[in-house]
């Protein structure tokens, strides 16, 4: 008992004094300890934002720079100044307000409040970078900036909506923003994003001069989602069961076989008539959704009452029959793009079977001027207006030469009024005239196949 009271006494006196020797390192740990433990509390959601977020490193295929960079991009970190909705209304977005002066010959926009660019910096009318041909811009102060154009054109406030970006990838009032960038030799090489909300995913995006690399860093697990426009390269991720296929349409864009109707026989609205019962539409129908209009079906202004295109040989061949003689026939040239080829060829057979001779050649220009057959992906713009592609006047878009008085009426009174409703009829008329003059034909909007791992 009395050896136990010495053993206490010994290890209480061992206690105190080490305290007293070693008080300072004591107090400054604790005060240390403590001050870890209230700093990981502190900082657990911006930890847990950083180390245990969700990321998605995306694939994306092609040659990119600041200039043209894809829009699931620049509309995630940036807004323009409106924003159209799925029906077609115009909504602020950087703006706050709008007016229209002389029946939309001068709009003068009003920026929101405390509008910042993602660096910090105080975003003005000054950071406006939209330049219009024919459009006169001007700073009133820092929240106002009015356009003045040289003709009437009460629809201008829809060109207004592209995002706004400062050099070299800065946003304003975004859902994310640019963390980093890599370059190499003036082409971006990936973008890293991160959430200006929570919930949000961190997202990369990482590009690819070929559709091969792609595939190749997908199967070695540099990319985890990955969007593919060949159903026959998608199928060969059927089998992964880490891996799911998503198929959407892209209504950005048709295939559109275009006419020169400077060419005597293709000048004849019979004979494209005919030529369109030549298009063998049922070899295309796994590439994509039919198209019969150059409004895509998710337009707010597509005319749903269109005729639907068919295939019939036997009464293309009778009706261009007529319509031929040696020297017209032999002079058709058909023009398209390598990846198109083998559309291209299956269209060129039917031709043949026609009674057409044709000369199918790949061109590398973005647009050939020597043509008289030109199959492409044409890209549809947001707005049903379509002046520019096929008013009588539009030298440069106008690729076909096609002239038509009444629908130059409609296109000119579809872009001089903002009442949809309105608007919407002359769209609905516009569809209807192209499709019986078909001036070119719209084949289909192409699938696309998302690859992205479960």
């Known amino acids: 008992m009395i050896v136990k009271r010495q053993t206490l006494r010994y290890y209480y006196w061992l206690t105190l004094e080490f305290v007293k020797k070693h008080s300072r390192m004591i107090l400054l740990s604790f005060f240390l300890s403590f001050f870890i433990l209230v700093s990981i509390i502190s900082f657990s959601p911006i930890l847990n934002r950083f180390f245990f977020s969700k990321k998605e490193i995306i694939g994306i295929a092609g040659d990119y720079d600041f200039s043209n960079l894809p829009s699931e991009i620049t509309e995630k970190i940036s807004h ?8 077609g209304q115009l909504l602020p977005a950087l703006a706050s307000s709008w007016e229209m002066i002389g029946g939309g010959k001068e709009f003068r926009f009003h920026l929101k409040n405390n509008l910042f660019w993602d660096d910090g910096k105080e975003f003005t009318a000054k950071d406006l970078a939209y330049d219009f041909k024919d459009v006169d811009k001007k ?7 009015y356009f003045t154009l040289k003709k009437k054109l009460p629809i201008f406030p829809t060109y207004l909506t592209k995002p706004v970006l400062k050099y070299p990838l800065h946003g304003v009032g975004g859902l994310y923003q640019v963390d980093k960038f890599i370059t190499t030799q003036g082409l971006i090489k990936e973008i890293d994003l991160s959430p200006n909300k929570s919930n949000y995913p961190f997202l990369v995006y990482k590009f690819y001069d070929s559709e091969s690399k792609l595939i190749n860093a997908y199967k070695t697990g540099s990319i985890n989602k990955m969007t593919l426009l060949k159903k026959s390269l998608a199928d060969t991720f059927a089998t992964w069961k880490n891996s799911k296929i998503t198929r959407s349409v892209d209504y950005s864009k048709v295939l559109t076989l275009f006419f020169n109707l400077k060419n005597p026989l293709l000048s004849n609205k019979d004979a494209r008539q005919a030529i369109a019962l030549g298009v063998p539409r049922e070899n295309f129908v796994s590439l994509g959704q039919p198209a019969n209009s150059p409004i895509p079906p998710v337009s707010w202004a597509y005319n749903p009452n269109l005729k639907e295109s068919v295939e019939d040989l036997d009464s293309a061949k009778k009706a261009i029959k007529k319509y031929l003689d040696a020297s017209a026939s032999a002079q058709l040239n058909f023009v398209t793009y390598y990846d198109y080829l083998s559309m291209a060829t299956d269209i060129d057979q039917n031709l043949n079977k026609i009674g057409l001779k044709t000369n199918l050649n790949l061109s590398n220009l973005d647009r050939p001027d020597n043509f008289d057959l030109l199959l492409a992906f044409w890209q549809i713009p947001e707005d049903p207006d ?4 096929w008013h009588s006047t539009q030298v440069q878009g106008n690729i076909t030469g096609y002239k ?3 629908v130059d009426k409609l296109l000119e009174d579809g872009r001089t009024t903002l009442l949809i409703n309105d608007r919407k009829q002359y769209y609905f008329d516009f569809q209807k005239t192209l499709s019986d003059d078909q001036p070119a034909i719209f084949i289909y909007y192409p699938y696309t196949y998302t690859i992205e791992r479960k």
């Open 80 to 87: 323009g100044l409106i924003f159209s909705d799925q029906k």
């Open 139 to 145: 700073i009133i102060d820092k929240d106002t900036i």
């Open 386 to 389: 379509q002046y520019f592609f």
């Open 404 to 406: 038509n008085v009444k």
